[in-house]
């Protein structure tokens, strides 16, 4: 008999999701249940189990049955003599993002890590779910989007799913909303895409334009590891966001990210959803099949280290551009500006010298999940300097084997290896494949890219396939790289934002003007040069001169003065162009 879980969504205004957990027992007399802490894809213990109220349990005859704790995620049912048992809790849902779940009269959405206990044992063991339809009236018209396989419900519909195993059940997110709906085929597979919450999204548009992106990426891989695939995002004001699945992605974004109707042009704004979902798509080979041999299964009780991150989300990231591009959606200097814009973000980062890739990957759990107003100083990213990374991997094979081959071989090689056969990718094994497949040395890049923390010569190598990479000082406070032709600024050398009493501090950087002059993280400056200041205003003063400016800030309610001294912005910031404009189609076709 196997499990069978009911989750009733009748109570939007507390937030709270019932579920009732039916259990057939034999011969045994205590039932051991427990549940994830993390959710895959996401490298943070968020103990989901802190959002369960009131759990209970009682046999078929409806009498109580004593249930121990034993771990924060960890419970004994006493069943004695029952031959089924029903568990039954409910779950805080309350935090509006993608990893956990989300519930009041405007929607519900909910991971299986939040909602779900496995029975000990019986993982391996197929479930059935019933979603059941909610009594609410805010829920008259609603739907609801999952891949999870349908056991009777109708699409889009309330009722009767499966799933073939507890790591399946998880890896199919649900959301209940009235939603607006496209879909498009390629290569024979239905994609669905569905979007929550206000917006104005052209949905026919997106259908058309995430197509091509779809269809290059398994043409790439050779075939596609799933017969259904929806996009489900969820339109909010400023929340971004996407966790990767095995035959869907949820994604949150703010709404001016979607597509209007009557635009034309990809915007920068529509250019990062649009990698968004590119992103996430490519990780339904490169992290969902193709994965560390430490996620061979995925440990769901504690932390599971692995140092190829930079592999799965750095590489990842450099694709999500290749695959719009190639599509043909934007034109070659959009490319040249999005890739350049990415570099920014390592070269303008002092913890790269700090943290190599590898380290970072590992330290995921507590570094770079748990970042603190240092981490700029202490810490890269194993997203962007993976991202680094494969860029360089790219140009050298490229460059290296004469343009006969590109980072495609290695990926491929990858699926074909490991993917396709179901097995877990062994630290250093990435390496040893290049090694194999491709035809020049790398030892130099994974060396260097890996293991150390200085930067990779990313120019020569970039020469060698038409683009040229070059570095000015950043021009203000949000200009990340790609064109910019206004005027060096001066360097303060400090994250700013805004507050009642003027500038607040959020993070400085190390040896900047900020640090030299004795500023922290939470100072908030109020004057600078004996006039008062915001965020806005103290940006205007510092252009002012070259000479030091005499700030007044509060450290909580400590008055200090300090006089930042001049320096011009670093040159730190990447711009890329195409000296050899064919060589360079190759690369990013177009
Ligand atoms: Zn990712």
Redesign the pocket.
């Given at each position: 008999m196997t499990t069978h879980y009911i989750v009733r969504a009748d109570n939007p205004y507390a937030h709270l999701i019932s579920i009732e957990m039916q259990v057939s027992v034999t011969d045994q007399s205590v039932l051991s249940l427990w549940q994830p802490v993390w959710i895959p894809g996401s490298y943070l213990v968020r103990d989901f189990n802190k959002n369960i109220i009131g759990l209970s349990a009682i046999d078929e005859q409806g009498n109580s049955l004593a249930i121990d704790q034993s771990r924060k995620n960890q419970w004994q049912v006493n069943c004695s003599t029952a031959k089924k048992v029903v568990v039954s809790y409910q779950i805080y849902a309350w935090d509006l993002s993608i990893r956990s779940a989300h519930f009041d009269q405007f929607h519900c959405f909910f991971n299986g890590t939040s909602a779900f206990m496995a029975v000990a044992g019986r993982e391996a063991e197929p479930v059935t779910v019933e979603l059941a339809k909610p009594n609410h009236a805010c829920a008259d018209h609603w739907e609801v989007a999952t891949t999870m396989p349908r056991n009777g419900a109708n699409k889009w519909g309330f009722g009767q799913y499966r799933a073939d195993n507890f790591d399946a059940l998880i890896d199919y997110p649900v959301e209940y909303a009235t939603f607006s709906k496209s879909s498009f085929t390629v290569h024979g597979i239905e994609h669905d895409i569905v979007v929550s919450g206000i917006h104005d999204c052209d949905m026919e548009r997106l259908a058309k334009d995430l197509a091509p992106i779809c269809q290059l990426q398994i043409d790439t891989f050779g075939d596609a590891p799933f017969d259904q695939y929806l996009f489900m995002t969820q339109a909010t004001d400023n929340q971004y966001g996407g966790l990767?699945h095995r035959d869907s992605t949820a994604l949150i974004c703010p709404r001016e990210e979607l597509p209007s109707a009557g635009e034309k042009d990809i915007s920068d704004n529509y250019l990062n959803y649009l990698t968004l979902c590119s992103?996430?798509y490519f990780?339904s080979w490169n992290v969902k099949r193709i994965k560390p041999a430490s996620f061979h299964p995925y440990d769901l009780d504690q932390e599971s280290y692995t140092r190829q991150l930079w592999w799965f989300?750095g590489i990842?990231s450099y694709y999500e551009l290749l695959f719009v591009s190639r599509a043909g959606l934007i034109d070659q200097q959009q490319a040249l500006d999005y890739l350049a814009k990415k570099l920014t973000r390592v070269t303008r980062m002092p913890g790269r010298h700090q943290q190599t890739v590898e380290e970072s990957s590992f330290n995921a759990w507590t570094k770079f999940y748990q970042q603190d107003e240092n981490a700029p100083n202490a810490i890269i990213s194993y997203y962007t300097k993976g991202y680094f990374i494969a860029f360089a991997l790219d140009a050298a094979i490229r460059q290296r084997t004469n343009h006969k081959q590109s980072l495609d071989h290695l990926l491929v090689a990858l699926w074909e290896n490991y993917g396709k056969p179901h097995i877990g990718v062994p630290e250093g094994a990435i390496e040893l494949l290049a090694k194999q497949v491709i035809d020049c040395d790398l030892t130099d890049i994974f060396e260097q890219g890996l293991r150390q923390t200085d930067d990779l010569p990313l120019a020569p190598l970039l020469a060698g396939i038409g683009a040229k990479l070059s570095q000015r000082p950043a021009t203000s406070f949000t200009d990340w790289g790609g064109k910019g032709d206004e005027q060096p600024k001066r360097w303060l050398g400090a994250n700013i934002a805004s507050d009642p009493l003027g500038a607040k501090l959020t993070h400085v950087l190390t040896n900047s003007p900020a640090m030299q002059a004795g500023l922290s993280t939470g100072d908030v400056i109020v004057a600078a040069d004996g006039l008062k200041v915001n965020n806005t205003t103290l940006i205007k003063r510092l252009q002012r001169h070259e000479a030091p400016v005499h700030v007044i800030a509060f450290r909580r309610d400590v008055l200090i003065e300090a006089d930042v001294p001049f320096a011009l912005a670093p040159i730190d910031t990447c711009l890329l162009s195409a000296d050899d404009s064919d060589l360079v189609k190759t690369w990013l076709g177009v």
């Open positions: 990767e992103h996430e990780h989300e990842t």
